[in-house]
């Protein structure tokens, strides 16, 4: 039996390939950190946090904060420009099994370059407690991975 090579199925094959391999490399933030764990029984909220990274200013992507055994608190939506005192917010509750002590670190997702930056700020959970504001908001910064080995 001699087998014809269909370009149009294979085309349409490697099409579909392609989609889904975008798709998945686009949404692997949160394939990851899509899940907080609100089962945890105290929270605390960080109100204003302002990232910079390579000192400029963040106004998009997405910031996680984590405990010690997973992400602990999640901002998907980017940050919100507070006119007053000029710079752009992002929020998050942060949550924890334990009522005050846990050392929690920050990641920040650059959707344009699709790329996750560790953060050099810690948090020290205690429960209740409110981080920041619109005029002295907790600041949070990062190297892209391009600059870490030399000057951007």
């Known amino acids: ?5 269909n370009y149009k199925t294979t085309f349409v094959n490697m099409l579909v390939l392609s989609i889904f391999i975008n798709f998945s490399l686009a949404n692997s933030w949160e394939d990851d950190y899509e899940s907080v764990p609100f089962d945890n029984e ?6 204003a946090a302002q990232v910079f990274i390579d000192g400029v200013e963040q106004t998009g992507g997405k910031l996680a ?36 002590g846990e050392v929690m670190i920050f990641k920040f997702y650059d959707a344009d370059n699709d790329v996750v930056i560790d953060l050099n700020e810690t948090y020290t959970f205690t429960s209740n407690d409110i981080v920041g504001d619109g005029f002295s908001p907790f600041i949070l910064t990062g190297v892209s991975p391009e600059c870490e080995e030399g000057p951007c």
């Open 1 to 5: 039996m001699i087998k014809i090579f």
């Open 42 to 47: 105290f929270s605390a909220t960080i109100s």
């Open 65 to 100: 904060v984590f405990g010690e055994d997973s992400i602990s608190g999640l901002d998907n939506d980017g940050a919100t420009y507070f006119p007053p005192g000029d710079v752009n917010l992002f929020e998050l509750s942060v949550w924890s099994n334990d009522a005050s």
